[in-house]
């Protein structure tokens, strides 16, 4: 422990919080490869080598079940942190996702297959809800909103991956890869500490200040700030989702956050950003591209991690509320864009001179989604959501999220049958300017506030301070 006076804390280290935060995100990696291990697996096991014969609707299921199980297992998941602890739920999740790639490695039937699909549904959501916490709860204000967004680059990175190593791996040594992620993870994971907060709210001071001290530096004076963790987290109700419905529903600031909250995870399934990555090859195929489907698949999932790679840089200096309403600005052009080429088509209209268009809409509203709508929606929920109603943000965010995906990934195809693929483009750039209007008129800027200064924003008393805004009370 450093000997220097709380007026003189020292800087603390930001090494240790961009390590744990990495390490902790592996689990969002290893379940963004399960994620994108259909796009590969799928055409493999609906062929005539399958070892399990797919049918077109069984292979919808396969697909989609991950995203249901996540949607239905969602407010389990979101107890467990608080139940047993950050350090044994990410064992947890990882055991689930181990017992999963099990399971399809000595797949004998379909069943099976459902089976892990559920399992790594259940696995992905406890990592949406695990991770975001745990990395919030280690990282000074500074470093917050970076590390927020590991939890997507992580996931997209891992299905970048999943694209590229299905292309030239053997199905069988896919599955190997997958499941040694985890275990990866949990050898790593081992390593790190509990986090202070949930240390105190188990009433292991000691503990908690040597948590706090490793990821601080030993130069660092920890007093000021495990002061003000013991005061936040005076009792246990203070960590626990405790607030009556009377207390959620009557406060201004629970009201405004949790709404935000919704609104952000809506934005980033009704953005279409799901059915788009999923109608990837057929966009390249219908504007005349030689690019093989492997490769573009390839192409689309490393502008992901390009995009979210960039949202790193920006997070920290052009701000939550910016990039989010310049995400869904440029994604609502972008899908317009590629519902005008489709209709043209639909029309029959000679589009042989345009057949640029889509591609590079489709990559810059690949680019975009993933600098703001994709990342920012964990950041801002663990920020603008007090303790207290974190558990229910999670849960009612996380459920929304999983549930649209699902019906994304289960009836897109129907619905462009019914209306016409472009006329889903266009609804979804409606979707995304509805929610920039939301954005604009009621997300305050949240980069460098202490949760603090954040609800006080939400009340709406806050005063301008550089790229803040005062905002209309609802």
């Not at 592996?26 to 994620?35: K, R």
């Not at 640029?356 to 810059?364: E, F, K, R």
Request: charged share 15%; with cysteine.
């Amino acid at each position: 422990m450093g000997s220097a006076k709380v007026q003189d804390q020292g800087v603390p280290s930001r090494a240790t919080q961009y390590i744990a935060a990495f390490i902790v995100n592996l689990m969002a990696f290893a379940c963004g490869f399960s994620m994108g291990w259909p796009s590969t697996a799928i055409p493999y096991l609906e062929g005539p080598d399958s070892p399990i014969p797919l049918t077109a609707e069984e292979s919808s299921w396969v697909t989609s079940l991950l995203c249901l199980a996540a949607a239905f297992t969602t407010p389990f998941a979101g107890l467990l942190p608080d139940r047993i602890g950050r350090k044994k739920t990410g064992y947890l999740i990882a055991a689930f996702l181990i017992i999963c790639w099990i399971l399809i490695i000595f797949a004998e039937n379909v069943i099976s297959l459902y089976a892990a699909r559920i399992l790594s549904g259940i696995s992905s959501v406890g990592v949406f809800v695990f991770a975001p916490i745990y990395v919030v709860e280690i990282s000074i204000d500074q470093v917050r909103g970076v590390l927020g967004t590991f939890v997507t680059i992580l996931c997209n990175s891992g299905i970048a991956v999943a694209y590229v190593l299905g292309s030239v791996l053997t199905y069988e040594e896919v599955c190997y890869v997958n499941v040694s992620l985890p275990v990866i993870f949990i050898a790593l994971f081992f390593w790190l500490p509990e986090t202070p907060k949930y240390l105190v709210y188990s009433g292991k001071i000691e503990e908690a200040k040597k948590s706090l001290q490793w990821f601080r530096g030993n130069s660092y004076d920890i007093t000021a700030e495990l002061n003000e963790i013991k005061l936040s987290f005076a009792t246990k109700d203070s960590l626990s989702p405790t607030l009556s419905f009377k207390e959620m529903f009557t406060s201004k600031v629970t009201i405004r956050g949790l709404f935000i909250v919704l609104v952000l995870g809506a934005n980033q399934q009704l953005s279409g950003i799901y059915p788009v990555l999923s109608y990837t090859v057929t966009i390249f195929r219908e504007s005349g591209s030689d690019i093989s489907p492997n490769l573009s698949a390839i192409i689309v999932g490393f502008l992901l991690v390009f995009g979210n790679i960039i949202a790193i840089f920006l997070v920290e200096r052009a701000g939550r509320r910016i990039l989010l309403i310049t995400s869904n600005s440029i994604m609502a052009i972008s899908l317009i864009s590629i519902g005008a080429f489709f209709y043209l088509k639909h029309i029959e209209a000679d589009v042989s001179s345009i057949g640029w268009l889509p591609v590079t809409s489709l990559s810059i509203y690949v680019i975009a989604q993933s600098i703001g709508v994709g990342p920012l929606l964990y950041t801002v929920l663990t920020e603008i959501i007090s303790p207290k109603m974190r558990y229910i943000a999670n849960t009612m965010c996380i459920s929304l999220v999983w549930f649209l995906a699902f019906l994304g990934a289960k009836f897109f195809i129907n619905i462009a049958d019914l209306i016409g693929v472009y006329s889903t483009y266009w609804i979804f750039s409606v979707c995304c300017f509805i929610a920039m209007l939301i954005i604009i008129f009621q997300l305050p800027e949240t980069k460098g506030k202490s949760l603090d200064e954040i609800a006080k924003a939400l009340e709406g008393k806050c005063k301008k301070r550089h790229n803040t805004y005062d905002l209309p009370n609802i």
